[in-house]
């Protein structure tokens, strides 16, 4: 059975990053953008980081710019915003799709195991959020408009 173990993704450097070091660990993995409505909730994000991390909790920021153009930097711009502005020290890794024909392997493995409200499998806008728990597998997917204090019950449950 494929797990986030399974995945290689990149650092903004081009890096790989292998999802296998990440096994262990509750992960909230969530598409980010810097000039979105809901921009504002880096902060929650980086709250429950702050809080949880030494519990094994990580939170993966991925920038997409699919949705209204709302990630239109590069990766330097992008880290400098979530430094500057959110004080963001969970890992902003490099810019990706989350849809159609370029969409990371990554988002189509958590979509197809956490479809969206009627079983849609197309991730609708930033700040989409899939829970991961310690076996890699995904436990939940959250919408926009679900804050990061909304999960935070579900991820002291995993830890």
Do not use: H
Not at 23 to 40: D, E, I, Q
Not at 64 to 79: L, R, T, V, W
Not at 86 to 113: C, H, R
């Amino acid at each position: 059975m494929t797990t986030i173990a399974d995945f290689t993704v990149r650092k903004p450097d081009g890096s790989p990053l292998d999802l296998q070091d990440k096994l262990g660990k509750v992960l909230l993995v969530v598409n980010v953008a810097s000039k979105c409505g809901f921009t504002p909730q880096y902060e929650g994000l980086e709250a429950l980081q702050r809080k949880y991390a030494d519990q094994g909790f990580e939170v993966l920021g991925f920038p997409c710019n699919q949705f209204g153009a709302q990630e239109p930097g590069d990766a330097a711009e992008i880290a400098s915003f979530c430094k500057l502005t959110y004080d963001v020290t969970f890992p902003v890794l490099q810019k990706i799709d989350v849809n159609g024909e370029n969409a990371s392997p990554l988002y189509d493995w958590m979509k197809g195991q956490a479809p969206g409200l009627m079983g849609s499998k197309s991730i609708k806008w930033n700040f989409t959020k899939f829970l991961i728990g310690r076996d890699g597998k995904v436990v939940r997917r959250y919408a926009p408009t679900d804050t990061p204090a909304r999960v935070e019950k579900d991820i002291e449950r995993l830890l």
